[in-house]
């Protein structure tokens, strides 16, 4: 299954999303284009793998996966450099922007990836 596809009734739940957070971009491995697309209540791993700009935190981190709506669902989360691993569960069905919160070099303002959740 494409990792922005919907998981087909009866398969299993867990999915895991491979992203990149390169050049100023999230890219989602093997999705070539549009939103990443999941369903309501959906549990997710994403494996990100981060890699340094131009500029890094005073906490080390190089880029952040977050959605503002969600902060306080767990949807905000510091990436450091190299491969990281986190969990979340989709939030109830609308359209959301995934973005990098962290001035991570000249493009970081086009840091972001749409995330569209269905019922």
């Known amino acids: 299954m494409l990792p922005g596809a919907l998981a087909a009734a009866g398969d ?43 500029a890094v935190a005073d906490d080390g981190a190089v880029h952040s996966f977050v959605v503002r709506k969600l902060r306080d669902s767990g949807w905000d989360v510091r990436l450091k450099e190299g491969r990281q691993e986190f969990t979340l569960t989709a939030p109830p069905p609308g359209e959301y922007w995934i973005e990098c919160t962290v001035i991570c070099g000249q493009g970081h303002e086009d840091m972001h990836l749409k995330l569209v959740v269905e019922p």
């Not at 284009?33 to 793998?49: D, H, I, M, S, W």
């Open 12 to 54: 299993n739940p867990a999915r895991t999303i491979e992203l990149l957070a390169k050049d100023n971009k999230f890219k989602v491995v093997g999705l070539k284009k549009g939103p990443l697309v999941l369903r309501a209540g959906e549990t997710v791993t994403f494996n990100v793998t981060a890699y340094r700009g131009d």
